[in-house]
């Protein structure tokens, strides 16, 4: 395994400087992908990605060309796009929001004529500023060059684009809960089923929900073909893919690697990619997957960067962060910090999320601060089974969405790997690493 | 019992197509803008969001008075604009500074001595995390993941990223922040979108719901033919 000479499908542009001008875009090929799909029917751009087997890089990995074949059996309303990018440690959809909006945009075009839609909303993180600023210039260029708003391109398709705002609350990435925020409500999930946005969604109408970078990836799709982007990577995980690395690494950042063909022992220190980890120290362990996942020790360092492969393995590659911790940090800290961002973030709707994140929270803060008690880890693993039961993974669903049952992850993780930093900060009242 | 015991109904008929409702605190330029708003969207309420973004760029924060004028542009009640601004974090129901300082101390962070940088700033500001400076210039708060882990740790300036800051650099910030130095690039707190859409809906909804009735018949139609073509091919 190695780092592969695959194309940089979504990150090519970027090394310009003025990547994010609609000038840099149509000098790189910009726009042809929808000049493409517009000549198509809309079944065979469908069929197209279909065959790319692109799956969605919001977290859940469903299959892009499948939910609108699915979907395309009845007329879809809306589509939305999920730019709410705030899973912890996650920072590929920033990259793509600021750097290269005009390839979001068509990515966006090409899924509303293939899924038939003539309203999109663009949902991005309040706290993207520049981002936000970025895409509406973007989609301006875009209105001017006639390929937003009526007729685009003289195909005779009309399609309007609403970039919209969030606002700070990191459940609004759940795509229900986005919905409701996007109709002006509290980002509370909704109960599914009924409620899944294909038949119920955006004023209770059929709507499909991406996120950014499963769009970014359309425009080379279509261009180059289904079969071109799925002959990259391997199996079921098809194509290249951003990764966020971060944490102790040399070289923190947003690397597009194959599929499969690459491994997290590549991702982290091979010197084009994340380059090691500082000050010579050694692996701790890392999180797959964001802070939802279970974490992985120096074992796994040779999976492959494969959706199943991780899968197989009792944890998930989710939303493409990995954070690496090296040898001196503290299990522990990591853990209440992540466990103390659930209790933060969650909605309050389900008794096992709320009270449970509010009880593992504290429970961690004394062992972290020196004021454990003695069965304080039985406590936890109870609280923890309580909100997921067994502890499996995945793990089981006793809420409303899937934000409560990812909690107790990472202390599950924590206390299998590192019992024995847990018992010193429960008996001793102090941290081993100072 | 009086009838204080039962409320007015909410009058929900402006948006029938009543009078133009008059606002007291959303000034000239911003109102225009906030009806340009309500324009993009089918139901009005989905603009309650970008509306309070908007009373704070003029305001730096969603006081009482403005709710109310959010809530009569979208024909809700006052409550119901509180309700749903009290559920985020950018949405300030309090004062807050014309610099809102934000830390991430999420893990990516955390683990490049995030807490550290966050005691730093609460000892030479001299409030904690959630605070207020003496002379209302700067509000300190603790962040989750900004999407900014590259830079860690990560600091915003109403929400415009800084790059991972040292205790040195963070004190050059601030007094870069206090004198000016950095206006053009990090404008006073609620500015999110200095860029603004330049038209309105362009794609008529009547023009696209005939386009679409046109397409759903060329789908039925292409798939018909499909069928045939398929039952060709098996029955040859
Ligand atoms: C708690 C939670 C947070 C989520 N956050 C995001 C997010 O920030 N961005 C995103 O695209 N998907 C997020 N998702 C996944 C979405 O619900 C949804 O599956 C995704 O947007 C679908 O797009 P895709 O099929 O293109 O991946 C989140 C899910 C959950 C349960
Ligand atoms: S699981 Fe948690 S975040 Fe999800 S709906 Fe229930 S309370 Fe809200
Ligand atoms: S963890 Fe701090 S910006 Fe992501």
Not at chain 1, 212 to 217: C, I, R, W
Not at chain 2, 45 to 51: D, E, T, V
Not at chain 2, 199 to 214: I, K
Request: proline share 6%.
């Amino acid at each position: 395994m190695a780092v592969t000479e695959a194309p940089k499908i979504i990150t090519g542009r970027i090394g310009h400087a003025d990547s994010h001008t609609l000038e840099r875009y149509l000098a790189t090929g910009g726009y042809d992908g929808l000049r493409k799909a517009l000549a198509m029917t809309p079944e065979a751009v469908v069929h197209e990605i279909d065959t790319a087997s692109l799956l969605g890089r919001g977290g859940a990995g469903f299959p892009a060309g499948r939910k609108w074949a699915m979907l395309r059996k009845s007329p879809v309303t809306y589509l939305v796009v999920n730019g709410d990018e705030s899973e912890p440690a996650t920072f590929k959809d920033h990259l793509l929001v600021e750097r290269d909006p005009h390839q979001l945009i068509e990515g966006v075009l090409i899924a509303a004529y293939a899924t038939q839609v003539s309203q999109v909303f663009i949902y991005l993180r309040g706290e993207f500023a520049l981002g936000l600023e970025r895409v509406q210039a973007a989609l301006n260029d875009a209105y001017s060059l006639g390929a937003v708003g009526s007729d685009i391109f003289g195909s005779g398709f009309s399609v309007d684009v609403v970039v919209h705002p969030g606002a700070g609350a990191y459940i609004c990435g759940e795509e229900t809960a986005l919905l409701e925020s996007l109709e002006g409500k509290r980002g509370f999930p909704r109960i599914k089923p009924p409620f899944f946005p294909a038949a119920i969604g955006l004023y209770g109408e059929p709507t499909v929900v991406n996120n950014v970078e499963t769009m970014s990836n359309l425009p080379w799709i279509v261009l180059n073909g289904g079969s071109a982007f799925a002959a990259l990577g391997e199996g079921r995980s098809t194509g290249t893919r951003l990764f966020a690395l971060a944490g102790h690494v040399n070289k923190p950042g947003v690397f597009e690697i194959e599929m499969v063909k690459t491994t997290f022992r590549d991702l982290i220190h091979a010197p084009v990619l994340g380059g090691g980890i500082p000050h010579g120290r050694e692996l701790k362990a890392f999180i797959p997957g964001g802070v939802s996942a279970p974490w992985f020790g120096p074992d796994e360092i040779d999976l492959p960067l494969g959706q199943d492969e991780v899968a197989d393995a009792g944890s998930m590659l989710g939303s493409g962060s990995v954070v690496v911790m090296d040898d001196h940090t503290c299990a522990v800290r990591a853990s209440w910090r992540i466990t103390r961002f659930f209790a933060r973030e969650s909605c309050g709707q389900c008794t096992p999320c709320r009270e449970g994140s509010g009880w593992l929270e504290k429970i961690m803060e004394r062992i972290e601060t020196g004021n454990g008690r003695e069965d304080d880890l039985d406590l936890l693993l109870d609280a923890c089974d309580n909100i997921a039961p067994g502890l499996t993974w995945p793990p089981q669903q006793t809420t409303i969405c899937v934000l409560g049952p990812s909690i107790p992850s990472s202390i599950g993780s924590a206390i299998q790997m590192f019992r024995d930093e847990f018992l010193v900060h429960i008996k001793e009242g102090g941290c081993p690493y100072g | 019992m009086s009838s204080t015991a039962h409320p007015t109904p909410v009058d929900r008929s402006r948006s029938k197509g009543g009078p133009t409702p008059s606002l007291t605190h959303l000034k000239g330029a911003t109102a225009t803008r906030a009806r340009e708003l309500i324009a993009l969207y089918p139901e009005p309420r989905s603009a309650l969001i970008p509306l309070c973004h908007l009373a704070q760029e003029q305001e730096g924060w969603l006081s009482p008075e403005i709710m109310v004028d959010i809530a009569t542009l979208l024909d809700l009640t006052p409550a119901e604009v509180l309700g749903t601004a009290s559920f985020y974090d950018m949405l300030h129901t309090e004062p807050v500074g014309s610099h809102l300082v934000s830390v991430c101390t999420n893990i990516a962070c955390l683990l490049n001595g995030a807490m550290e940088l966050l005691e730093h700033a609460e000892s030479t500001l001299g409030v904690n995390a959630g605070g207020t400076t003496a002379d209302g210039a700067l509000t300190l708060e603790e962040a989750e993941c900004l999407a900014g882990c590259d830079g860690a740790p990560c600091v915003q300036v109403n929400h415009r990223y800084v790059g991972a800051q040292t205790a040195e650099s963070f004190d050059q910030l601030i007094a870069d922040l206090r004198s000016g130095a950095r206006a053009a690039e990090i404008p006073t707190h609620g500015t999110l979108n200095r860029v603004a859409r330049t038209t309105g809906l362009q794609a008529d909804r009547d023009q696209v719901a005939n386009e679409r009735s046109a397409m759903a018949e060329a789908q039925g139609q292409r798939a018909a033919a499909a069928k045939d073509t398929a039952a060709d091919k098996a029955g040859a």
